[in-house]
């Protein structure tokens, strides 16, 4: 199997000589190094335990850096993605021109991206909690960015 995305690939097989005979025909045509095992794609940490014959996936690099990027590096971690009593509804979207001021510095959308970019990797467990909070996206109010970093509290903390 051959991963490309723009220029990082990744390469899986059973058979080490099949996929030593597929690296030596592409590099013939394209310019790339090998560089051995995969230790790294896409801001995804990849671990094997080969005894096991099981491959895992890891995205605290990038989740650590999500977490500083919106001050939320020493939250203390939540156990669900958004709880029970978090009602979200068109009526917590700003109505006063000051919640409107207030929003306009909240980086929102960035936030509910960067929680899409993990769901969709590793923590699919946000599935519904980002769905939730992404229906705001166009007119969010505080009550909805108090939700975003509840999910954030709990989707990164785990990484």
Excluded at 6 to 24: A, F, P, T, Y
Excluded at 30 to 40: T, Y
Excluded at 81 to 94: F, G
Aim: aromatic residues 10%.
């Amino acid at each position: 199997m051959l991963i490309l995305y723009i220029h990082h690939m990744l390469i899986v097989g059973k058979n080490k000589d099949e996929l030593s005979l597929l690296k030596k025909n592409l590099s013939q045509t394209f310019d790339m190094k090998d560089l051995g095992d995969a230790k790294h794609i896409l801001c995804r940490c990849i671990t094997r335990d080969r005894s096991k014959r099981c491959i895992y996936l890891s995205q605290a690099e990038y989740i650590s850096k999500v977490l500083k990027r919106f001050n939320m590096e020493n939250a203390k971690s939540l156990s669900t993605p958004l709880p029970t009593y978090v009602k979200l509804s068109m009526c917590d979207c700003p109505t006063s021109d000051e919640d409107k001021e207030f929003m306009t510095k909240v980086p929102y959308q960035s936030a509910i991206g960067s929680l899409m970019y993990a769901m969709v990797a590793t923590r699919w467990n946000a599935t519904f909690a980002v769905g939730a909070v992404s229906q705001f996206m166009s007119n969010s109010g505080k009550k909805h960015w108090d939700a975003v970093k509840l999910i954030l509290r709990e989707v990164f903390m785990f990484g």
